[in-house]
């Protein structure tokens, strides 16, 4: 309680001080009790027995000054002056009252509307008669009985559409209607349970009620003719909800036995709505364009980086080294051509075909490689499915069409001799004979000199005329002698044949050119077996004379 012990000041703001030796706050009693009554008084003092700086008046007195008149304080009250005088011309402005003037007026008309006052006002209370048809009753029979049926909605026709299944629930104790996803494991689809959420559906709407704002608010008895019921729900029926139209093709037995019981409908079947799936579309390869192998070509049709094919390994290591030779003539019209001699080596762990030519002294055809390692087609076979020339198709005597060139054999080393009886039961009995023949020429006497050179070994032919060749181009080799002593040092049985390692080291030292195209050549032919070569004949070459 703020107080003015000092006397004299005015009671303002800076002007007061408060007492700090005060301990007292309490405020004095206000309410007390009189025959029996509460009554109310007013304070004497103030918070902490303070003097209350205003005047202390009784009721009695309080009375008093409130009969007492005015005039004693103020005296006699003044005399209003007169009103102040209006024209009549001023009092009736903007005043009409033309009855009195004689002009008679039309009967008053009805007031324009405010469409916003009818909006407020009041509706009339309508009274709607109640509908006989108790839905406590429903929910109370019908509660927790769903009619389920199974669905599709196919949406083939449109782009990217595709056909799902759906499961439509019906509600019999208040006819909502649920449809809910069919999910399946990978289907690439958010797990969502719900396509429709459960609520009623209008089957027809009034007329005015087609530009209903739906997306935004709830459709009222108002807005709809009919609704849905069980009855529109048929197996083996489209039914359309919410622009979509659904397929109902099989139903739960609680839903049969409800039709049955209700409508009398036992016939519901389930109807198959699997598609078959189109037959696959063959994989047609583009026009083989001539380069390579089909396989190798076709390897880019199949993925983007294209990989080698796969071979058969076992039967590239069980055949390895293994290579069947045939001496064969060019069946051409030409008359150059008919005194060419090839031979035709078949690599058995590839299925791969080179013809080497020998070269002929003063032929005026420059003798060689003929045609590197490759898998030759058959004439009769298609691009697409090509079948290759094999072991069983050369005997003496086939005819072989490499490229649009034919080929004769006409004979062939000891070893495919020795092949063709080992596997008798892979070729042709005209094969076999032709065996037979070349047996029996073999036995026969010996023939005359000039005939020599076309029935001689083609492998020994083509190893002639390799010798020949590269005697032609290396002329003589300044190391001749010290060639075969190098080989001989090594060779401790004097058997001929050293071992590859070892043959390759030598030629290295003595600085051979091995990497040459014929000397590679030479050296497969004097390979013998995997790791020996004859080096009396590869030392041949490096000579003016036989070895």
Same mark, same amino acid.
């Given at each position: ?34 025959? /029996? ?7 004497? !003092? ?170 935004? &608010?709830?459709? =009222? ?21 919410? /622009? ?28 198959? !709505?699997?598609?078959? $799936? ?18 190798? =070509? ?18 590239? &290591? ?38 080497? $030519? ?58 495919? &001799? ?20 070349? !047996? ?76 040459? =195209? ?30």
């Amino acid at each position: 309680m703020v107080s003015n012990p000092v006397h004299g000041l005015p009671f303002l703001p800076g002007s007061s001080f408060r007492d700090p030796t005060k301990t007292a706050f309490h405020r004095s009693q206000t309410l007390g009790y009189r025959n /029996g009554y509460a009554v109310v008084r007013r304070p004497t !003092v103030g918070i902490g027995g303070d003097r209350l700086p205003v005047n202390q008046l009784s009721q009695a007195e309080l009375d008093e000054l409130a009969n007492k008149a005015p005039v004693l304080t103020y005296g006699q009250p003044k005399q209003a002056p007169p009103a102040e005088f209006i024209p009549a011309h001023v009092a009736f402005d903007k005043k009409v009252f033309l009855e009195s003037q004689g002009i008679e007026l039309n009967p008053p008309e009805k007031m324009a509307l405010d469409p916003y006052t009818e909006l407020r006002k009041q509706p009339l209370r309508k009274y709607v008669t109640p509908s006989d048809f108790d839905q406590l009753k429903q929910f109370l029979t019908f509660d927790k009985q769903v009619l389920r049926f199974y669905a599709i909605w196919d949406d083939t026709d449109s782009m990217f559409g595709e056909c799902r299944n759906y499961i439509i629930h019906y509600y019999l104790m208040d006819d909502t209607v649920e449809i809910r996803e069919v999910h399946e494991r990978n289907d690439g689809r958010d797990p969502f349970p719900l396509l429709m959420n459960r609520q009623r559906m209008p089957k027809v709407l009034v007329e005015n009620a087609k530009n209903f704002p739906q997306c935004v &608010l709830e459709i =009222s008895d108002q807005e709809v003719l009919e609704w849905y019921t069980a009855k529109d729900f048929i197996v083996g029926k489209p039914i359309t909800i919410l /622009g979509r139209t659904f397929f109902i093709y099989d139903c739960d037995p609680f839903t049969r036995q409800y039709y049955k019981e209700k409508f009398g409908i036992s016939d519901l079947p389930r109807i198959d !709505v699997s598609k078959k $799936e189109p037959p696959p579309v063959k994989q047609e390869l583009p026009p083989y364009n001539g380069y390579g192998l089909v396989e190798d =070509s076709a390897q880019n049709c199949f993925v983007l980086i294209p990989k080698a094919p796969k071979k058969d390994v076992m039967k590239m &290591l069980m055949d390895d080294n293994k290579v069947l030779r045939y001496l064969a003539a060019l069946d051409s019209p030409i008359p150059e051509d008919k005194d060419r001699r090839f031979v035709f080596s078949y690599f058995l762990a590839s299925d791969m075909i080179s013809i080497f $030519e020998p070269p002929v002294r003063n032929s005026g055809i420059i003798g060689g490689k003929y045609l590197g390692r490759t898998k030759v087609v058959k004439p009769s076979s298609s691009v697409e499915n090509p079948i290759y020339y094999g072991p069983t198709d050369f005997f003496i005597g086939a005819v072989i069409e490499v490229f649009g060139h034919r080929f004769i054999i006409l004979d062939t080393d000891d070893y495919v &001799l020795k092949y063709m009886e080992s596997n008798a039961a892979q070729y042709s009995p005209e094969a076999l004979l032709s065996i037979q023949n070349r !047996v029996q020429k073999r036995e026969a006497p010996a023939p005359e000199l000039e005939n020599k050179q076309t029935k001689e070994d083609p492998g020994e032919q083509e190893l002639e005329a390799l010798i020949d060749t590269i005697q032609k181009q290396l002329k003589h080799h300044p190391c001749k002698d010290n060639i075969r002593e190098a080989f001989q040092i090594y060779d401790k049985e004097a058997s001929g044949y050293v071992d590859k390692e070892m043959f390759f080291k030598i030629c290295d030292s003595l600085h051979l050119p091995v990497d040459d =195209s014929l000397i590679k050549e030479l050296i497969r032919v004097c390979s013998h077996g995997e790791d020996k070569i004859n080096y009396s004949n590869f030392v041949r070459a490096f000579s003016n004379g036989p070895g």
